[in-house]
């Protein structure tokens, strides 16, 4: 069955620019993730979803960063005028339990490239 | 909030040989405990977990250990091979927030034939 997308999986931005990363997840999935992983280190929690709620954002390092997912399926992280240090790869991950724990399955993440 | 540590970063055995990481967690309400695998430029993969009413967990070569006093969790995986290596990532989840997931920094794993 299909697993966990990501698009793009490669992005390019000028610093300033705005930038939207899209994640499909298995379909039925309730829990949503979005995680920033930086070269060499773990995964960063940025924000969770539960259906098309949003119940932690507490991950999310500045208010450039916003993330929604309004049906409850696809979500969107979008970045603000994007800075070098936003560069990363971007990691979405989802769950069919609704309580937050229980196995994430992770989509291939989109590696941003600030310039 | 979680903090994990997890040590070493890295680890070079020879194949057959064992290979543990261990990682400890600061929120004594953290109850679940994931550990993934990653292969260079791939996404991380759930290998084994464990929930905190459960002190061991294996499957074939891989174990996994739970300490909750302590608060440090550990992977075993024995009879290594070279298909092992990569980099390996704990990471505890639970409490109040339950869906935050806090990993540690990884273990880059190689195993030489």
């Known amino acids: 069955g299909a697993g966990v997308s990501q698009s793009p999986r490669y992005k390019v931005a000028k610093r300033g620019q705005d930038v939207a990363l899209r994640c499909d997840p298995i379909?039925?999935?309730?829990?949503l993730f979005w995680y920033q992983q930086a070269l060499g280190q773990g995964p960063e929690f940025l924000t969770y979803f539960q259906n098309e709620a949003q119940l932690d954002k507490s991950g999310l390092p500045s208010d450039r960063f916003f993330a929604e997912r309004p049906e409850g399926s696809v979500s969107t992280l979008k970045i603000q005028r994007t800075q070098q240090e936003d560069s990363a790869v971007y990691l979405c991950?989802?769950?069919?339990?609704?309580?937050?724990?229980?196995?994430?399955?992770f989509g291939p993440g989109t590696r941003l490239t600030v310039t | 909030g979680e903090n994990v540590e997890q040590h070493p970063s890295t680890l070079s055995v020879q194949e057959g040989d064992s290979a543990v990481i261990k990682c400890t967690y600061s929120d004594s309400a953290s109850n679940y405990f994931p550990w993934y695998k990653q292969e260079l430029g791939k996404r991380p993969q759930l290998i084994i977990d464990?929930?905190?009413?459960?002190g061991e967990k294996k499957d074939q070569r891989i174990a996994v250990t739970l300490n909750k006093t302590a608060k440090h969790f550990s992977l075993h995986i024995t009879e290594t091979q070279p298909e092992d290596s990569a980099v390996y990532f704990c990471?505890?989840?639970?409490?109040?927030?339950?869906?935050?997931?806090?990993f540690g920094d990884g273990t880059t794993l190689t195993v030489k034939p």
């Open positions: 464990i929930r905190s009413n459960v």
């Open positions: 379909s039925g999935h309730v829990s």
């Open positions: 990471a505890a989840r639970g409490g109040f927030n339950a869906g935050k997931s806090t």
């Open positions: 991950a989802s769950s069919l339990e609704p309580t937050g724990l229980g196995e994430q399955y």
